[in-house]
């Protein structure tokens, strides 16, 4: 029966954390290597799903997940260095918790697969089986940072109207 109220909501960047994403280098690194992995993505999912359907081209899947997993790797690291610069930790920063917890899952299953191609441990099919659980963890994160970035742009707008009184 009482009345609810609920606490204003963190905005995702402080007017000092937008001021250092926007002279970050790694903001552009970031806007370079996330589309570039996307690419390399949809055409690993091709390579991997003709393998699948067919039973030709395994050489070649295999080499197209092993690509996306070491652009995984410089997006990984190099976003790391980024929240650094913009937050102040190379990890697990407030504003991206979720999204970080998730990466580590993308992570842990892409270096599952390279562990499982060079260790021999999963035959073809089941290896291609475990990148296309990889990929799905990273379609997951790819729309979770998708989100943010539409959730800034959006804030975007009401700090510049906060910033004019």
């Not at 270096?111 to 099919?125: D, E, Q, V």
């Not at 963890?137 to 742009?153: E, M």
Request: no cysteine; proline share 4%.
């Amino acid at each position: 029966m009482g009345v609810h109220t609920t606490l204003p909501a963190r905005p995702l960047y402080t007017s000092e954390e937008r001021r250092r994403r926007d002279a970050s280098r790694w903001t552009l690194v970031q806007g370079i290597l996330a589309p570039l992995q996307f690419l390399v993505f949809l055409i690993s999912l091709a390579l991997i799903l003709r393998t699948l359907f067919t039973g030709e081209g395994l050489a070649a899947a295999n080499a197209s997940v092993v690509a996306k997993t070491l652009v995984l790797y410089a997006i990984m690291v190099t976003g790391s260095i980024w929240e650094k610069d913009v937050f102040g930790r190379y990890l697990f920063a407030p504003a991206f918790f979720w999204e970080d917890a998730v990466s580590m899952l993308v992570l842990a299953l892409h270096s599952a697969y390279l562990a499982a191609l060079l260790t021999g441990a999963l035959p073809g099919i089941q290896l291609l089986l475990l990148a296309l659980s990889a990929y799905a963890a990273y379609v997951v994160n790819a729309a979770q940072f998708l989100l943010k970035l539409r959730a800034a742009r959006l804030e975007a707008p009401a700090l510049v109207g906060e910033g004019a009184r």
